[in-house]
Each structure stands twice: as structure tokens, then as C-alpha cells.
């Protein structure tokens, strides 16, 4: 695993002391990774919902993954 260093506020600080406090992580760094992982899986969620919207909107391709490929090179 690799360690990254990266300056937060006091209110950041603050609050994933209290996310450790209650249990919520067994360690700081559980806490952040914790976050990161549902920012993640949130940024999918949204991709996913976007592409939903552009496809009923008609801005989807359909047919032959193949083909489709071919034709953008």
C-alpha cells in the first residue's frame, strides 16, 4: 500500500476523529478510505445514471460492437 500525504481542514481533521471515536472506522486512514471508496462508487452511480438520460434522449449507439468501433478509428 502506498501512503499519500495530503493537507485538510480542521473540520476535516475533526470530523474523522469523530468517525473513529463512534466506531464508524477502527483507524484515520480506514476513515478516509472508506470515503474515497463511496465517492467512487458514487461517481459510477452518476455515470451510469447520465448515460440512462442521454440514451432516452437518443444520443445512444446501437449495433454491432464491432462495427461501431471500426467506424471511430
Known amino acids: 500500500m ?10 476535516t481533521v475533526s470530523f ?3 468517525m473513529v471515536k463512534r466506531g464508524v472506522a477502527s483507524t484515520k486512514a480506514e ?5 474515497l471508496a463511496r465517492y467512487a462508487e ?4 452518476e455515470d451510469v445514471l447520465i448515460a440512462e ?3 432516452r434522449e437518443g ?3 446501437s449495433g ?10
Do not use: C, F, H
Request: glycine share 2%; hydrophobic share 45%.
Open 2 to 11: 502506498i501512503t499519500l500525504s495530503v493537507p485538510v481542514s480542521t473540520n
Open 16 to 18: 474523522i476523529n469523530r
Open 31 to 35: 476513515v478516509v478510505r472508506q470515503a
Open 42 to 45: 458514487d461517481r459510477l452511480v
Open 53 to 55: 438520460q442521454e440514451m
Open 59 to 61: 444520443k445512444g449507439v
Open 64 to 73: 454491432d460492437l464491432r462495427t461501431i468501433l471500426a467506424r471511430m478509428e
